[in-house]
């Protein structure tokens, strides 16, 4: 209309944030202690992990098994701020996904996430949590079958969760497939605390009868 004042273009509205998946405490603190049991297995630790790994540990068990998530959260928090120390420079990967992130000082505008919109920020660091804990749990199985724990059941579990993180993202069959397995990692894992589990051996070929 004639002498009607110019008004800015309206904003395209925002996307929708994207579905947001259950967790309840037991959940999160479940995604953390499993691997992280794994991680104190490793075969670097010679069996007997650092003290100053094993106390927030063995806290945080306890306070999984008695129900106090808080506090098995806060226990997990102490034991990835130790895990992030340089004195383990041989933690490997997927492990080193246990560490508390430590990103090196930068400007905001550096931070290829810094100006994206709120729902996309959160879709990727939804996203960057599902491909760690697929990581962690595939991990997870390849030490348990290096050490001659019974993980073959679990392994169509995570092929499944991988699939389902290809189509339809960190959703929550994907999570019921990873939960799955970390169930069973604490079931069937020993603490690291107790006796170490070597690499089961190679079988030795079969004498023949003119050596035996």
Not at 18 to 28: G, I, R, T
Not at 34 to 43: C, E, H, T, V, Y
Not at 66 to 73: H, I, K, N, R
Not at 182 to 187: I, L
């Amino acid at each position: 209309m004639p002498g009607a004042p110019n008004r800015p273009p309206e904003a395209p509205p925002e996307a929708p944030p994207p579905p947001s998946v259950p967790e309840s405490p037991l959940q999160k603190d479940l995604r953390r202690l499993a691997p992280s049991r794994i991680a104190l297995l490793l075969d670097l630790w010679k069996g007997a992990p650092n003290p100053d790994l094993l106390g927030p540990f063995d806290r945080a068990e306890k306070a999984f098994a008695t129900g106090d998530y808080s506090a098995c959260a806060t226990a997990l928090d102490q034991l990835s701020v130790r895990l992030a120390e340089p004195r383990w420079p041989s933690l490997p990967e997927p492990f080193r996904r246990l560490r508390v992130p430590i990103p090196a000082p930068m400007p905001p505008h550096w931070d290829p996430d810094h100006a994206l919109p709120g729902p996309e920020k959160e879709a990727r660091r939804a996203r960057r949590a599902a491909e760690d804990q697929l990581a962690l749990a595939a991990g997870s199985l390849d030490w348990a079958a290096a050490h001659g724990l019974a993980a073959g059941d679990l392994a169509p579990r995570l092929e499944e969760a991988k699939t389902l993180l290809g189509t339809e993202g960190p959703s929550g069959a994907f999570y019921e497939r990873i939960d799955a397995i970390w169930s069973a990692v604490r079931e069937r894992c020993p603490l690291p605390h107790g006796a170490p589990v070597r690499a089961a051996p190679a079988a030795a070929p079969p004498a023949d009868a003119e050596g035996a």
